[in-house]
């Protein structure tokens, strides 16, 4: 069955599987565990990226402004009829660098309660003009066990995550 033949919540989660293993690169390498792919309209990834905020020393180093980078390299910032699946709700400056890139649509797994776009629904966002489609819950749980797996292990007892990550594999 090729990608075309499948069910769109099989694409969305194929994809989105796609992008959680970019969340557990981040996490092997001790940043927030987010990760992000970009789809073109044939159904190929066209970059990947997971947050390096912490080794790049910067706030804008999020997956979602890093795998948009990519491809802005590779095809130009307009990427028209694209779409990004990212494991966390971005926050509304990647919200609004994925609207300004006139991408198609945005797939998500877990809400963001702290930082999420959509906490600012009471202000005039400036998302309203666009008909960028918006899809969340995917692979939520999945996306929301690592996050959480993450900020325990950073709030309590550390151990070596490089030997578990090995291991699975």
Same mark, same amino acid.
């Given at each position: 069955?090729?990608? $075309? ?162 291991? $699975?594999?």
């Amino acid at each position: 069955m090729s990608k $075309k033949d499948k069910p769109i919540n099989s694409i969305h989660e194929f994809f989105m599987n796609k992008a959680f293993i970019q969340a557990q690169k981040a996490y092997y390498y001790h940043e927030v565990p987010i990760g992000a792919v970009i789809v073109n309209p044939e159904g190929k990834i066209i970059a990947r990226a997971y947050n390096q905020i912490e080794k790049k020393q910067t706030q804008t180093a999020h997956a979602e402004l890093l795998a948009l980078a990519k491809a802005g390299k590779k095809f130009g910032w307009r990427l028209e009829n694209c779409w990004i699946y990212v494991t966390l709700e971005p926050c509304s400056m990647c919200m609004h660098a994925i609207a300004l890139s006139r991408m198609a649509g945005i797939v998500y797994g877990a809400s963001s309660p702290v930082f999420g776009f959509s906490l600012d629904k009471n202000v005039n966002s400036g998302l309203d003009h666009w008909s960028m489609k918006i899809i969340k819950n995917i692979g939520k749980d999945q996306a929301a066990e690592l996050l959480i797996k993450f900020f325990k292990e950073k709030r309590g007892t550390t151990h070596d995550r490089k030997s578990q990550f090995k291991k $699975k594999r």
